[in-house]
């Protein structure tokens, strides 16, 4: 048997051989002329060019991750195949490594010890750059005795998992696990629902499988046709990498209220409006409301044309409405329609041809059949109780129809909107112009909170029926908080086979803070199974209970020293705590990412434990679980959330129950798991110039986050939440406002 240092040799050769023949084509690339026939044609090849030479992977990058040794058909004839990113070819076209998105690819990832698949050999290559400092191998042959090994996680997985974070999700092409790889791989032809626990790579596998089928479904699909639907901002800001580092870099990402259409958004609303607007016959109130709107002809119409009346009779107009109103399609085609058919009306009795001179037509077409915007249409049915209750049918109570009234702005420029709305106005958009641009295969994340009209709107823009769904029943909060997944697929489009498959192995979360976390579940999802953590963490999670005048100074040390450490952190903060923790993080003289404008760009940032969702950090600091439960009907799924958020540390500050699990015991006493010990400071005190700088903050966060019109709504609150604050901290209430 040859030596490992003249294995390593002869791989290190085959490696250079690879990296040349890459730099070759890339030189090729950019050196090819231009022999396109006419400039249309010159130009798409400039482009081809141009992506496939991005796609190529960058000139320091290794050319493969792992190689497979299958077992020979013929005896004596080896069949070795590196797998990498990208298939890279020898200028006589022998294959030097392949593509990790073939079926041979598939093979690196999915050889068991049960079923080898044909392979003798998987070797893992561990890399600085392109020169192999190791690697590992595993000989099926040999493993019959030493199955158990197999199913901790290997070297490769434990240090690509190790590697610190940033605001940007990386690819994991190279680490891919079996289960992942399966799932990655499963037909395009279906509504595919991924689900798992925190962690278990939903996310990364979703991304991969948009690359794999791209390459693999190259004639049906491109690019352009995939969407990627994120919950909000700041987790499509998270992802948006991942798919251009695979070479795929034209495909659509958009959080979910970018499905509707650009309007002022802010705009809060009580839970019980929210749930309601949410509903899926909300849709069908839309769809009255906009036929109600279709008027009647007077018993005769008297049109006036240069000086002379052309009379038409009202059956004869009613009979044209009929028929628009009959006719299949969106509301502004069917308008058209009906203005051709009064315009032939009029012809037949000797009026003008002239589009021009059809002036009293349009004014009869706009009294009939009003020209319409989804918003206008929408301020306007909200804003009247009349025709809301004309819209109702029998689908809504009296209590129903007081929630969706309010009185719209002056100005429909002016109009804030809620984010129950968005979906209103794009079910509006779609029953007036028809559908919105469509895609042949839609991936939507974080998808067991989406209301029935949410998930309408990603239905509307599937052309095919084929979507990977993402999400974790465990993780779902808000107004529609499910416990099923036919809850979320029944509002999606049904002509293919829906198919419901589980990740459980935990990648992100440490086993040390899972265990913690797991708490919550018996609580939170007792139905959902836990997920297995694959690694233990670097220390146990650390439990900081304070006075409530000290919470939001500890957290803000806290933070700072992980960010002092090299850590990328997360501050879970709950609403209650967010004035405290900022001000406390200005007092520090830390400065910070918000989540809340998609940002998570700081070494600290700051985000609500909904916006959360999806998002990783080295070191996750959670305030007040007790606050964070409480924010919630489905209170301790939030919480569960917010504990899995790290892939490293986890810290809890709080003055009030760690672990508020319910029904039980407080559980501060049975937790072993105080780790660190960090001496209260001092309050911090403060100077006028850090109060100017805090007020310049807030009123900077004031014009970011809403409107002019809503501002004092805004400070109001904000007076609220200090009250609530000041009473708390000062049980005299002597510093209250008067
Ligand atoms: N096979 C793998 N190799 C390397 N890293 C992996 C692998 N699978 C998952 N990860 C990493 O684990 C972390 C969690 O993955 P991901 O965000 O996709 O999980 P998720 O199931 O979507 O989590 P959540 O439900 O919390 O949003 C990410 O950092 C991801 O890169």
Redesign the pocket.
Known sequence: MESKSAELAAEQQHFDLARKHRERVRAELGEAPDAAANAGTGRRLALFRRNRKEALAAPEEQVAFGRIDCTPADPGVDDVFYIGRETILDDQRQVLVVNWQTPIGALYYEATHEDPRGLERKRTFHCAGNQIRDFDDVVFAQLAGAVAALDAPDDA?LA??DRGRTGT??D?VA???GA?SRLIRSPLDQVLVIE??????????ALHRVSWLLFNHRDRLRPQDVLVVGPHPAFTRYIRTVLPSLGDADVAQLDIDQLGPPVQRGRPEPPQTRRLKGEARMARLLARALENRVGTPEPAERLLFDGAFITLSGVEVAAAVAAARQAGGPYAQRRQRLRAQLADLVRGRGGPTDPERLGPVENLLERLWPLQSAAAFLRALLGSRARLANAAGDEFTPDELALLHRRGADKLSEQIWSNTDLPLLDELEELLNGPPRRYRHIVVD?AQDLSPMQLRAVARRSSTGSLTV?G?LA?STGAWAREHWGEVTEHLPTQLPQVVVG?RYG??VPRQVYELAAELLPVAAPDVEPTRAVREGPADPGIHVVEPAERAGRAALVAKDHALGGRFVGIVCPAACRAELEFALHANDLQWGRADQGELDHAINLISPQEA??L?FDAVIVVEPEEIVAEDDRGHRLLFVAL?RT?RYLDIVCSGDPLPVEPGPDVTARIPRQRVVIEPDADPTVDMAQLDRLAEDLAALVVAGAPVPMWDEVLQRTATLLDERADRSRPSGRHRRA
């Not at 798992?196 to 596998?205: C, L, M, N, R, S």
């Open positions: 997985l690509e998992l999700m990386t994991i680490t891919i696990q992942q798992g626990g925190p962690g278990t790579g939903k996310t990364a596998v974080e993402v974790d993780q990740l990648y992100r969702k999806g990783e899995t892939i």
